[in-house]
């Protein structure tokens, strides 16, 4: 093929904007539509940069131009748009969580490998600098084995569909386990085998999501991890969140700080702090990950299943929230 080309599927969440810019910074890329049913939230990025508008995704993956598909719709959409994609001989990648049931993300694998198309999971932190550099880490045996992590994903309450359970499947234990959770698997190469979580609705009032959460894990190999996923961030904080792990080795340890390349502004006209992140764009390197191996015939770099693996422990941290009791994998 000359050029990939590439569809999106759904604006809903804020991260396609971004996608876009990257794919549209890659020469061997091409986006040839863009599908979402709330037309004005795309009108001006689909007219902007000339790209055809579909109010119906099913038109979009009508298109036999289409080679791949990004999926960024509300949680519980992911599972029907992945499948219908898949169907219609389409590669996709989709924002995590991949699903918001383990029965779901299954039957997304499954029509995906039945379907000859590769199924990527949007886990951007995998190609944050400090993150890559600690894997690198790891993996030369410098601080030993991998005995605990404890890492933080800590954010702003992100407001909209994000807390109407009908649409997210879930609150912060949901949307914040899953990317440090996937670093945790991807940094012990192991499988978590017992979940022990906490969750509530501590910071913010009338909430029908949880906006707090703890969640503890045990790997098959014999670590643990902890990982606070609380939307405990004020609207006066300068960021909108963090991405931390301390990894605690039998011979040394390891603290990541995944957004620490920053500057600080502080200004009058505003009234608070500003967090300006200068490091590399990581989700323009996932996304070019992601087409460098469509072009080339390669697997996903990052699988359905690491989604799953990953998703799969916070719907076991509800369970144990609801038993009040360690929950097995």
Known sequence: MNKLKVGMISFAHGHAFSYLNALLRLPDVEVVGIADETADRVANVAEKHGIAYFPDYRE???????????????????????????????????????????????????????????????????????????KEAVDR????????????????????????????????????????????????????????????????????????????????????????????????????????????????????????QKNELYSESTGKGHHLFWGDNMDYYMIKSFTDALLRGEPAPISGEDGLRSAEVALAGYESVKRGQPVKL
């Open 141 to 260: 045996g410098d601080i030993g084995d991998i005995v605990a992590i404890k890492g933080t994903n800590r954010g702003s309450m992100p407001g909209g569909w994000f807390v109407d359970p009908a649409l997210s499947g879930g609150g912060a234990l949901l949307d914040h386990t899953v990317h440090v959770m996937d670093l945790m698997n991807w940094f012990t190469g192991s499988s978590v085998q017992e979940v022990y979580a906490y969750a509530n609705t501590l910071f913010h009032e009338d909430l029908k999501v949880d906006d707090a959460g703890m969640i503890h894990v045990k790997f098959a190999n014999g670590a643990f991890g902890v990982l606070d996923t609380s939307w405990s961030r004020p609207k006066s904080f300068p960021t909108w969140g963090d991405v931390t792990m301390e990894i605690v080795g039998t011979k040394g340890s390891i603290s990541v700080d995944a957004f620490a």
């Open 60 to 134: 979009l993956l009508a298109n036999d131009e289409v080679n791949a598909v990004i999926i960024c719709s509300e949680n519980v959409r992911h599972a029907q748009m992945t499948i219908d994609a898949a169907n219609a001989g389409k590669h996709v990648i989709c924002e995590k969580p991949l699903g918001v049931s383990v029965a779901e993300m299954e039957r997304m694998i499954a029509v995906c490998r039945d379907n000859g198309v590769r199924l990527m999971t949007a886990f951007p932190c995998r190609y944050l600098a400090s993150v890559v550099r600690a």
